[in-house]
């Protein structure tokens, strides 16, 4: 069987019964969260033009409210600049770590949880020693227990039961658990033979990760003689799961990263596997970003959409269209941090740098969908491991879903938000139309994709189910396709004249502690060049 074959067969027939039909009642909900005309109206030139009436001045210009510009306002602010803006597009900040609520529930809109930092993330873990997420006692740093992930924290709905962690060990044969252990060795070798780091760009660009970074994941593992169509399910998944595209579209070094970086690979038998530790929220990673942007006030400014930066002999010039007034406004400033999306920020820059053309020619981005599921009760379960936080179903096209109410203290079922997971990057799964998918299906077409794959575990899930709420991000990740670290260079501060880029764009691949880092240093290296 081929293994495009054998991962679309393996749904199973319960999810392809259920395709297309519809739930037995009706069931609320729509898009929400994210302005798609908004944006769209700065990519197709409706953004009023011309210079705009209203003149605002200000010593630095934050241009855009995700992580990396919530980080770059926090180091102007520790660094005694307080006269700032900085301007959002959307109606909250947070950019893909946002929260929202769906019946009164606080659930994740995107990114739900960060793993406990490594040293080299040092910039992050004084963010959590700030937000009094970590302390230091008896000479060790512990965590508030309370915010990192409660047991059970994760498994797979494989072979008709529920299996405890994600990769499938109950029921398959020994060739696959041999491969799974030659998998763990082939980790094991390559973080002997270079430095793996979080942020990445920590780690000095030596010639095995360039050589990596060269070839794609899949043809690396084919190369290794890794063909176990379980193995690659789950690395597929780790990959969709990370990048938002397929081992077959992402580079090698990243495949290995996402292991290396942390803890490595563990197969079934290894005793001295540690387990990733990870923090999460009801909200997901909204948690944090409320906590950045709660100190701002007047200076965060969303709805707010940024149409053109420009350098000039004194200083800075950024014009914004305000949606809620529909006005719009020039600043003035010393200097500017470009918070922005890497494609966003090659159209609003005039006479853009070479480095900024350079990483949007480069560039790819997957799409991604976050679908939030209030359910009136608890579901019907199958056998096998209990309820966890992140619940994934075996050979499903989504990445499972996670419970809002599993870091409640009370532990008696109810109504929760299940928060489902759909990348849309290419992969094993979906092709180049992606994003195309996501703004063309209507709603109601989400919403039967979502109840025919966890219907399958969860067969009384369309009963329950009373409201969806989708979130679509048209540009939600950078993907690490083969050679992009040798085009994108790592340096951790990027800069252009009087201005600063700071974006999880910049490091090839979109988590939270590289936008942080990055937010951070634009940040710093902005107040210490301000007069």
Known sequence: MQRRTFIGSALGAGALALAGCEPPHAIAGGFTGIDVARGHALRDGAAPGGAPPVLRRTQVVIAGGGVAGLAAARALRARGIEDFVLLELEDQAGGNSRGGR?????????????????????????????????????????YDERHLCHSPQERLFFQGEWHDGLLPVQGVGAGTLAQYQRFSRRVDDVRQAMRFSIPAWRAAAAPQRLALDAVAFGPWLDAEGLDDPHLRWYLEY??????????????????????????????????NAERDA????????????QRLAAPLGERLCTGHVVTRIAQTRGGVEVDVFDASTMSRVRWQAERCIVALPVFIAARVVQDPPAVLRNAAAHLRHAPWLVANVHIDGPLADHPGAAPSWDNVVYGSRGLGYVDAR????????????????????????????????????????????????????????????????????????????????????????????????????WSGYSIFEEAFTRGHLAGTNAAAASR
């Open 102 to 142: 769906v019946q009164g529930i606080a659930c994740p809109l995107g990114a739900h949880y960060l793993p406990v930092p490594g040293d080299e993330a040092h910039e992050v873990q004084d963010l959590l020693e700030e937000l009094g997420l970590r302390r230091r006692v008896a000479g060790r740093w512990e």
């Open 238 to 271: 780790c990959c969709r799961d990370d990048y938002g595209a397929g081992l077959a579209h992402v580079s090698a070094w990243a495949g290995l990263h996402y292991f290396a970086s942390r803890h490595g690979f563990h197969a079934p038998g290894d005793d």
């Open 278 to 289: 990870v923090l999460t929220w009801p909200e997901g990673n909204g948690w944090l970003t």
């Open 406 to 505: 599993h870091q409640a203290l009370d532990p008696t079922p109810r109504a929760t938000v299940l928060s489902w997971y759909r990348p849309l990057g290419p992969s094993a799964f979906d092709g180049a139309d992606g994003r195309r998918q996501l703004l063309d299906k209507p709603w109601s077409a989400w919403r039967d994709e979502l109840i025919a794959e966890l219907s399958v575990p969860h067969p009384d899930l369309a009963e329950r189910a009373t409201r969806i709420d989708i979130t679509r991000y048209g540009h939600a990740m950078a993907i690490p396709t083969p050679g992009l670290l040798a085009q994108l260079g790592t340096d951790g501060v990027v800069a252009a004249g009087r201005l600063s880029f700071a974006h999880a764009d």
